[in-house]
């Protein structure tokens, strides 16, 4: 395989095709936050063709790129293994809603591609959406959820879309969610 099938690879993952320094600054963290090992900006710009300078990539690059997109390792990639699901740490961003939100704080989720809902802490482990862009959510919809974690799925319990109970709904399925507080 070739280093441009892993960064297609990357850039569906985390919904972003970096085109700017600011971006590979952003896929730089969330590299981070989902496999904990730290890729510089500089090195992705190289990787993706931004800075014109030779390349020659280090194996344990293409081991973080194929780890960030849910492989065991960049071999594991090559040959064409399906990602499986495992266990491992929560990503190290996490908020525990019980301990570190107070009614009428804000949170800005995101994921791929290119969905964001602002969420509103209501109390009791309860939210309600202000503002949704590119999601089946709409401002208003309401749900509980006491966990929000950097790089995993966001578990949306009880949620109630326009009226209707719709149940589970999960955002972040394959890539995870990132999150600003606001």
Known sequence: MKL???????????????????????????????????????????????????????RSTLDILARFCGWKDYTDFEKGNIPEAESGKIGTKTISVEEEMKRGD????????????????????????????GTRLKAGDTFSCSLISEGEPLYLNNVIHQGEALGLYVCGRRSGVSFLRE
């Open 4 to 58: 441009n099938d892993i960064c297609k690879e990357v850039e569906k993952t985390s919904g972003v095709i970096p085109s700017t320094p600011k971006q590979f600054e952003e896929l730089a963290e969330r590299i981070y936050n989902h496999t904990g090992k730290i890729l510089s900006p500089t090195t992705l710009k190289r990787i993706w063709g931004y800075i014109d300078e030779p390349l020659s990539t280090r």
């Open 106 to 133: 804000r949170i800005r989720i995101m994921w791929p591609p290119s969905r964001v809902c602002v969420l509103e802490y209501q109390g009791e482990k309860r939210w309600i959406i202000l503002h949704a862009e």
